[in-house]
């Protein structure tokens, strides 16, 4: 298409040196030489101005914003005009589809979990996404332009931007969001462009930090059971004729309470672990609230073996919707709670009611209380507000953490009151949902 049109302009002006020529022959043939010349110069006037005019409009339309038409002509600037148009329409349409490709980029770099940064050679700002604005306290309207070691000024951050060695990535806390943890990446590209690819770490390092925790107190829980197992047989084997029976039959009798404390502890972390995993509910049954309370209640006059008034009070039956196996499990943990932390002489009440907002269980006691600063933290694995006690009575320190997601489970909530000297009050809050006419 081009070497036709190329060729349709030369045939075109050699045309018109064709015509030019003719003319002046026949002007020189009909009327002399003088009349040839001049017939000849204005032609060639003519030509001339026709050739400027069109320069001139062609001048003119390169002033014009982009997609405006091509001016219109005959002859071999038609021709020229035609082809310009054509190219004009094809770098426009190319034009659109790069900005098109850009923003569907832009809108792609907006969308995305992970802050986004790009730098110039001197680690100026050019673009910054919504992501990284919260990240780094950043805005795209006031800060593009402006050096990212400026606004962004933490030394760590300044430190690995200069050092070049961007293999791994930089974990910083946000300076301008407390609590907010990030993992940082620089990746160059381009003339000496760069990429900063931020991420939101905080959860990932409070997981880390609970597993840490995690593991070590689970050692620590299950070590000195060990050390006091380990002693006790050490003892009996190196000297086993030095002690009496009556001595012999209490080491071992504290060496099997201490084993049963570590069975305990590997049931609830096993029971814990299911919870917390996800596992899949058990198959839901209809729970009859009366016995299941009975049963509780049995269970705990049990444990506290006549030191305590225990006592047990129903406020309209019904049925529960849920696991039996599980909501025997948070009832009891609770009512065994009450008896270990409950001086001898004291009294716990087991206390079912419904109203029009659903069911309650709940556990009254007048025991030793618990200070206002410990009550958030009390489902926290492992966590005792007071230590040597909760051992004394053989608690795991999971009761509390077990119940909750045992609650969670069945849509319930946990809810405590408690003061220092004046007793505890643990409620679990069911909704109408769980709820079922026996």
Not at 16 to 30: I, K, P, R
Not at 343 to 353: A, D, F, S, T
Request: charged share 25%; hydrophobic share 45%; net charge negative.
């Amino acid at each position: 298409m081009a070497i036709r049109s190329v060729r349709y302009i030369w045939a075109s002006a050699l045309g018109t040196l064709a015509l030019l020529a003719g003319l002046g022959l026949v002007a020189g043939l009909v009327a002399g030489v003088e009349a040839a010349l001049a017939v000849l110069v204005g032609a060639l006037l003519l030509l001339g101005w026709h050739h400027l005019r069109n320069l001139q409009s062609l001048a003119l339309w390169t002033r014009e914003p982009i997609g405006t038409p091509v001016p219109r002509a005959f002859g071999m600037w038609g021709f020229v005009f035609a082809d310009l148009a054509r190219r004009s329409r094809l770098a426009y349409d190319m034009r659109e589809r790069l900005s098109a490709s850009l923003e569907r980029f832009r809108e792609a770099s907006q969308a995305m979990p992970d802050g986004v940064l790009y730098l110039s050679a001197h680690d100026v700002i050019e673009w910054v996404n919504h992501r990284a604005e919260q990240h780094f306290g950043l805005d795209h309207a006031t800060d593009l332009g402006v050096p990212v070691t400026n606004l962004v000024r933490q030394p760590e951050f300044a430190r690995y931007l200069a050092s070049g060695h961007y293999a791994e990535p930089l974990v910083m806390a946000s300076a301008r969001r407390g609590g907010l943890t990030l993992l940082v990446q620089v990746i160059p590209f381009g003339e000496e462009q760069k990429m900063v690819v931020s991420r939101d770490i905080t959860q990932l390092e409070k997981l880390e930090t609970m597993r840490r925790d995690f593991v070590a107190n689970v050692s620590h829980e299950l070590r000195t059971p060990l050390t006091v197992v380990s002693g006790f047989l050490e003892t009996l084997l190196d000297g086993w004729n030095d002690y009496s029976r009556e001595d012999i039959e209490r080491f071992l009798k504290l060496a099997h309470d201490q084993s049963s404390r570590m069975q305990h502890l590997i049931e609830d972390l096993l029971t814990l672990s299911a919870l917390e995993t996800g596992a899949p509910a058990p198959a839901e049954e209809r729970v009859d609230v009366a016995g299941l309370l009975r049963e509780v209640h049995q269970q705990t006059d049990l444990l506290s073996a006549g030191r305590h008034e225990v006592t047990l009070q129903i406020d309209g039956d019904g049925v529960l919707l849920g696991s039996q196996k599980e909501l025997h499990s948070a009832f009891a943990n609770l009512a065994s709670n009450a008896v270990r932390y409950t001086p001898e002489g004291g009294k716990v009440r087991l206390i079912w009611r419904r109203d029009g907002q659903g069911g309650e269980f709940a556990v009254e006691d007048t025991g030793i209380g618990i200070a206002a600063e410990h009550l958030p933290r009390l489902t926290e694995r492992f966590y005792r507000v007071d230590l040597g006690r909760s051992r004394e009575t053989g608690g795991t320190g999971l009761g509390l953490a077990i119940v909750k997601h045992i609650l969670t489970r069945h849509q319930a909530e946990l809810q405590v009151e408690s003061a220092l000297g004046k007793g505890s009050r643990f409620s679990a809050r069911f909704p109408n949902a769980r709820l079922a006419v026996g």
